[in-house]
C-alpha cells in the first residue's frame, strides 16, 4: 500500500511538472537588455548579472579586451539550480560557476576581441535546456 502511495505522488509531481512545461512554452524570447562595462577607479570592469526563469539580465554585455571584469552574479531565489558558463579558452575566458541568490565574484580578463556566449547548461529529464529556453547571452569584447 505504501509503494502504490509513493507512486502516486511521484506520478503528481511528473504531471505538475509537465504541466509547468507546457505553459512556459509559449513564451516569448526575452528582450535584449544590454550593459556597456566602464572601468571603475580600481581598473575593473564591474558587471551585474541576475538570473532567473530562463533568463538572463542583461543578456549583452559588452567590455573592453584586456581590462579585467568582475562579473557579480546571482538567480532569483528557487528550487531549480542555475549556473553561468563562458568558455573561450581563447580569449582567457573559462567561466562555469553554479549561482544561487547570494551573490558570487567572478573574475576574468579577456584577451582576444570577439562574441562569446554565456548560458545555463542546466537541464532537467528530457525537457529542453535552460540555455534552450533562453537563459543565454552574448559578451561582446571591444577595443
Given at each position: 500500500?505504501?509503494?502504490?502511495?509513493?507512486?502516486?505522488?511521484?506520478?503528481?509531481?511528473?504531471?505538475?511538472?509537465?504541466?509547468?512545461?507546457?505553459?512556459?512554452?509559449?513564451?516569448?524570447?526575452?528582450?535584449?537588455?544590454?550593459?556597456?562595462?566602464?572601468?571603475?577607479?580600481?581598473?575593473v570592469q564591474h558587471v551585474r548579472i541576475?538570473?532567473?526563469?530562463?533568463?538572463f539580465k542583461p543578456n549583452r554585455v559588452?567590455?573592453?579586451?584586456?581590462?579585467?571584469?568582475?562579473?557579480?552574479?546571482?538567480?532569483?531565489?528557487?528550487?531549480?539550480?542555475?549556473?553561468?558558463?563562458?568558455?573561450?579558452?581563447?580569449?582567457?575566458?573559462?567561466?562555469?560557476?553554479?549561482?544561487?541568490?547570494?551573490?558570487?565574484?567572478?573574475?576574468?580578463?579577456?584577451?582576444?576581441?570577439?562574441?562569446?556566449?554565456?548560458?545555463?547548461?542546466?537541464?532537467?529529464?528530457?525537457?529542453?535546456?535552460?540555455?534552450?529556453?533562453?537563459?543565454k547571452g552574448v559578451l561582446e569584447v571591444?577595443?
Open positions: 500500500m505504501k509503494t502504490m502511495k509513493n507512486f502516486a505522488i511521484f506520478f503528481l509531481f511528473c504531471l505538475g511538472i509537465t504541466g509547468y512545461a507546457v505553459c512556459r512554452a509559449d513564451t516569448s524570447p526575452p528582450e535584449e537588455v544590454v550593459y556597456q562595462a566602464t572601468i571603475a577607479a580600481d581598473g541576475e538570473g532567473g526563469s530562463d533568463f559588452i567590455v573592453k579586451v584586456n581590462v579585467p571584469v568582475e562579473f557579480t552574479a546571482s538567480v532569483e531565489r528557487s528550487l531549480i539550480p542555475h549556473t553561468l558558463v563562458i568558455q573561450s579558452p581563447e580569449a582567457g575566458i573559462s567561466v562555469d560557476e553554479k549561482l544561487s541568490s547570494d551573490a558570487k565574484n567572478i573574475r576574468f580578463t579577456p584577451t582576444a576581441v570577439g562574441k562569446y556566449p554565456f548560458y545555463c547548461k542546466n537541464k532537467l529529464l528530457f525537457f529542453k535546456s535552460h540555455r534552450e529556453k533562453g537563459m571591444v577595443q
